[in-house]
């Protein structure tokens, strides 16, 4: 299976879809959330620790610190690619892999991590490959929600976008549901079950992005 994964995953690729191998997967982990307090952040955060405990390199990022306008083609065509999704871009690309927390809005994805995916879909030049940032690479989804079902609806829809524009993302998933009481004052998360998921979740994606990568 794993040697399936890695042809079915480089077939067709460019040499630029992926940073150079080094002995760790390289994971880039955010929150479809720019909120200060964001269960999703804290989520995330706790997936960090179990990702570098399972063998990974990771960097945590904030989309709040990478401001973006609402996607329009006119303004992309009128002033370019803003900086601040060059920047982001960057560490996409710099990355074999996401740990990416998604919130639940009306049971969909955020407007901020949609508008986050389009704009780092556009190229910056004729010469950059189609999808540089995301085709390719390997892709973890987690969720945080205060109601019964942990955001679950949502992630449908962000593991839907995320395959069609070329990434694969691993089957294992966390939908974490009182996200309000499901963290303690250090953000770390009170239920032994949960932890039990996460660290699951965090070894398979770990595991995928080395057999990728190896």
Do not use: M, W
């Given at each position: 299976m794993r040697a399936t994964l890695k042809l079915v995953l480089k077939k067709g690729m460019s040499s630029n879809t992926f940073p150079k191998p080094s002995m760790k997967p390289k994971i880039l982990v955010f929150a479809g959330s720019a909120r200060q307090e964001s269960c999703n952040k804290k989520l995330v955060r706790c997936g960090l620790c179990l990702l570098e405990e399972a063998g990974a390199e990771t960097t945590f990022v904030d989309l709040a610190d990478f401001p973006m306008p609402l996607y329009d083609q006119d303004v992309e065509g009128e002033t370019g690619i803003?900086?601040?999704?060059?920047?982001?871009?960057?560490?996409?690309?710099?990355?074999?892999?996401?740990?990416?927390?998604?919130?639940?809005?009306?049971?969909?994805?955020?407007?901020?991590?949609?508008?986050?995916i389009d704009w780092c879909s556009r190229a910056e030049s004729d010469e950059e490959p189609p999808m540089v940032c995301f085709s390719?690479?390997?892709?973890?989804?987690?969720?945080?929600?205060?109601?019964?079902?942990?955001?679950?609806?949502?992630?449908?829809?962000?593991?839907?976008?995320?395959?069609?524009?070329?990434?694969?993302?691993?089957?294992?998933?966390?939908?974490?549901?009182?996200?309000?009481q499901a963290f303690d004052d250090q953000g770390a998360l009170t239920d032994e079950g949960a932890k039990r998921r996460l660290t699951r979740f965090a070894e398979s994606l770990v595991k995928t992005t080395r057999g990728l990568i190896d």
């Open positions: 803003p900086e601040s999704v060059k920047k982001f871009k960057a560490q996409l690309k710099d990355h074999h892999g996401f740990l990416i927390g998604c919130p639940e809005y009306n049971s969909s994805i955020t407007p901020l991590l949609k508008n986050t390719g690479k390997i892709a973890g989804l987690v969720a945080a929600s205060p109601g019964g079902l942990g955001g679950l609806r949502g992630l449908r829809h962000v593991r839907e976008i995320l395959g069609n524009i070329g990434t694969h993302v691993i089957p294992d998933q966390v939908a974490l549901s009182s996200a309000y």
